[in-house]
């Protein structure tokens, strides 16, 4: 797949020169006696390690569908990120216990003009890398790479300091190590948080991103015959591997004929355009009679003295059987969706009485 491709060459680059500035910046920190140039050094070593993690988890993640798992195994990406996570936090744990005790008991560095200009340059090669990294991961949707480019990023923000300190030590002789060393394990650590979170998120199921979900909105309206598009749920089975339902309102008289024409052709434009794998229910629209279009329009009413109700929709009302069903979508923070569906079932039964009422309480899966 190109996109393993693209990820595994990305963290490659991202390795070398990882590998290059650990090599330096550890070289230059003993010499000087810097922890934090030394701490500099480890964060970097723990990116090169980070990248190789990267490069095992795109791999494992692109192996075929099988009996066992036969939606892929894309999910093992998200893993990787996850244990990428841990191996900065430590990195920053560790940052901070080193860090303290050299607050404790203070050393003083001994900066050379050489090894200024390495800091400087690890500055201008790691903004360029995170630049490059971040922009190839959003390109590609690989939460591992936009974490590796942010990481970097912030690694030329921790070198710009160390670079600061040095000066700061050369012209006034105070001494910043200790403290800046803490500084960037804190930083270390929030940032190995913020990955935590973003990757279980994508574990545990987080909700569908709103620019995708409108987007397929959309496009779906597109078709004359949809007069409405709802209950969208997309499931993540790997960043590159997504498959969802939706419901579609249609005019009630279609056959059987020419809903499966319609909804084959939207599962085709749906994939060619998102990529997405798309399994599509009928919600059957018969309010061109004026009954029906009272009763609705009665109901609504109803509906908007709730504000807990987001939406209501597949309203239909079936003669034969003196049924009238549909469906309400309630705030996740309502505690009582029960009683709210009761109370307005009361209410539209007193305005029509001749009917029973089927309502489903469906679920805000989507904006």
């Known amino acids: 797949m190109e996109r393993n491709k693209i990820i595994i060459k990305t ?27 030394i701490l500099d050094a480890v964060n970097n070593l723990s990116d090169a390690i980070s990248s190789i993690i990267t490069i095992i988890g795109t791999k494992l993640a692109g192996k075929r ?21 841990v191996i900065v936090l430590v990195a920053g744990v560790t940052s901070g216990k080193e860090s303290i005790e050299k607050i404790i008991h203070p050393v003083k560095a001994d ?40 990481d970097a990023f912030m690694d030329a923000v921790l070198s710009f300091s160390t670079l600061v300190a040095a000066v700061i030590s050369l012209i006034w002789g105070i001494s ?3 403290y800046l060393g803490f500084v960037i394990s804190v930083i270390i650590v929030k940032s190995s948080f ?9 574990i545990i199921g987080a909700r569908a991103d709103s620019e ?15 007069q409405g598009v709802y209950d969208i749920t997309l499931h993540n089975y790997g960043p590159s591997q997504i498959m969802g339902s939706i419901h579609i309102q249609v005019d009630d008289n279609m056959t059987a004929k020419e809903i499966h024409k319609l909804t084959r052709k939207i599962q085709l434009y749906i994939y060619e355009e998102l990529g997405i794998v798309l399994t599509i229910g009928i919600y059957a ?34 003669e034969e059987t003196k049924t009238v069903s549909f469906d309400l979508i309630i ?4 505690d009582n969706k029960e009683n709210i569906k009761d109370e307005v079932v009361k209410e539209i039964k007193e305005k029509y009485s001749e009917y029973s009422y089927f309502v489903i309480l469906d679920t805000d899966y989507s904006d």
């Not at 630049?131 to 949707?141: A, M, N, P, W």
């Not at 309010?287 to 609705?296: G, L």
């Not at 705030?331 to 309502?334: E, I, T």
């Open 331 to 334: 705030d996740f923070k309502a």
């Open 11 to 37: 963290s490659i680059q991202g390795i070398i020169v990882n590998i290059i500035l650990v090599i330096f910046k550890a070289i230059v920190g003993v010499i000087v006696n810097s922890i934090a140039i």
């Open 65 to 85: 569908p099988d009996k066992e798992h036969p939606y892929g195994h894309g999910r093992i990406e998200y893993f990787a990120s996850l244990i990428i996570a």
């Open 212 to 226: 995708l979900t409108q987007k397929l909105r959309e496009k779906v309206n597109e078709f004359e015959e949809v």
């Open 111 to 150: 900066y050379t003009i050489a090894s200024l200009i390495i800091i400087i340059v690890a500055v201008i090669v790691k903004f360029f890398l995170g630049r490059h990294v971040k922009s190839v991961g959003e390109k590609i949707d690989s939460q591992s790479l936009i974490a590796s480019g942010t």
């Open 285 to 318: 629209s018969n309010t061109s009679e004026e009954h029906y279009v009272q009763i609705k329009s009665e109901l609504t009413k109803i509906i908007r003295k709730y504000p807990e109700i987001l939406q209501m929709h597949g309203f239909y009302v079936d």
């Open 194 to 202: 913020e990955i935590m979170k973003e990757t279980l998120n994508s």
């Open 176 to 178: 910043l190590e200790g």
